[in-house]
């Protein structure tokens, strides 16, 4: 289902997703030790999604732009990674390329798949994404570094941590409540506008 959107509804929309981006970079979900970004995430796989791929990619550039910025003006034992764009930009913008692709795959495959399903999977992708990019470039430029102030360096059973406390979770999540974000979204819009 096509949503064609006006060019003051797609203003709203992304000015309401790039807040949330930005809300919640600078006031990050923690659990215990663990800091979660799956709320950044669901706004860039949700745009990808329901308005499509290149505006997921902008969505993903500001909050790469804001990772970047956010790493520099509060401290953390790993921001020294964040300063590289390689790190805190491009996995960020390609997260909206592999949702939208991936949920649009599943639909090729076979029309009778479910919209969930589709949605789902794209919202895997885009996790995984945003996982395999950040850390791959962590580990490609800082492997053997030492975290700021601390005894821990970045090697394999440090990256390992990350995606066992975060990443695993973050899948888990966004697989869950990003279909029905996107199908409502569609709903009404195709509803109030076709």
Same mark, same amino acid.
């Not at 003051?8 to 979660?36: D, K």
């Not at 791929?53 to 790993?78: A, D, E, Q, Y």
């Given at each position: *289902?096509?949503?064609? +959107? ?5 203003? !709203? ?8 981006? $930005? ?9 215990? !030790?663990?800091? +979660?970004?799956?709320?950044? +995430? ?14 997921? *990619?902008?969505?993903? +550039? ?15 034992? $790993?921001?020294?990674? &964040?300063?590289?764009?390689?790190v805190s ?7 909206? $390329?592999?949702? #939208? &692709? ?13 919209? #969930? ?19 791959? *470039?962590?580990?490609? &430029? #800082? ?8 005894? !821990?360096?970045? !090697?394999?059973? &440090? ?8 990443? $695993? ?24 506008y076709n």
């Amino acid at each position: *289902m096509k949503i064609k +959107l006006t060019r003051n509804q797609l203003i !709203t929309i992304n000015a309401l997703l790039c807040a949330i981006v $930005l809300l919640f970079v600078f006031v990050p979900i923690t659990i215990g !030790t663990v800091q +979660l970004a799956f709320i950044p +995430l669901v706004a860039i796989i949700v745009s990808a999604e329901f308005i499509g791929w290149k505006n997921g *990619m902008f969505t993903g +550039l500001f909050f790469g732009l804001v990772s970047l910025i956010s790493s520099i003006v509060r401290p953390s034992p $790993l921001p020294f990674a &964040f300063y590289n764009p390689m790190v805190s930009i491009v996995p960020r913008v390609l997260i909206g $390329l592999s949702a #939208y &692709f991936a949920a649009a795959g599943v639909k090729k495959i076979s029309s009778k798949i479910p919209d #969930y399903v589709s949605y789902s999977v794209g919202a895997i992708a885009g996790v995984v994404t945003n996982t395999v990019g950040v850390l791959g *470039m962590i580990a490609a &430029f #800082y492997f053997g570094t030492t975290l700021e102030g601390t005894a !821990t360096a970045i !090697t394999w059973p &440090f990256i390992a941590g990350i995606i066992v406390s975060n990443s $695993l979770l973050e899948i888990a999540i966004c697989a869950v409540i990003v279909p029905p974000i996107v199908m409502a979204l569609k709903t009404a819009f195709k509803n109030k506008y076709n």
